[in-house]
């Protein structure tokens, strides 16, 4: 699986940035999609996921603000990011777990300027 991640940019704060993660196979059976940060000095963290059945999860710092959808169709995961804040800045990595396997896109960088 294959996982190429486009969006990125530069956005001021309270604006908004979309990024999409496109897979190189079918996701309808992938068990689970979503995406990471990681700022500057920091660890990778779970910023949102979704299921196959659509069952999201979001991490406190971006609830209410991001949304996390996919299009089967387009083999495409979504990541909204509306009211960005400075904080927000990182590297945003798409993953994709099947059978027990993680894989990871080659990240996209946000930067948000207060």
């Known amino acids: 699986v294959q996982l190429v991640e486009s969006g990125g940019g530069l956005a001021q704060a309270g604006g908004s940035l979309r990024l999409s993660c496109a897979a190189s196979?079918?996701?309808?059976?992938?068990?689970?999609m979503g995406w990471y940060q990681q700022g500057p000095g920091k660890q990778r963290e779970l910023v949102a996921s979704i299921t196959t059945a659509g069952t999201t999860n979001y991490a406190d710092s971006v609830k209410g603000r991001f949304a996390i959808s996919r299009d089967n169709a387009k083999n495409t995961v979504y990541l909204e990011m509306n009211i960005v804040k400075p904080e927000d800045t990182a590297v945003y990595y798409c993953y994709a777990l099947e059978r027990a396997r993680v894989y990871w896109g080659q990240g996209t960088q946000v930067t948000v300027s207060s």
């Open positions: 196979v079918s996701i309808v059976s992938i068990a689970a």
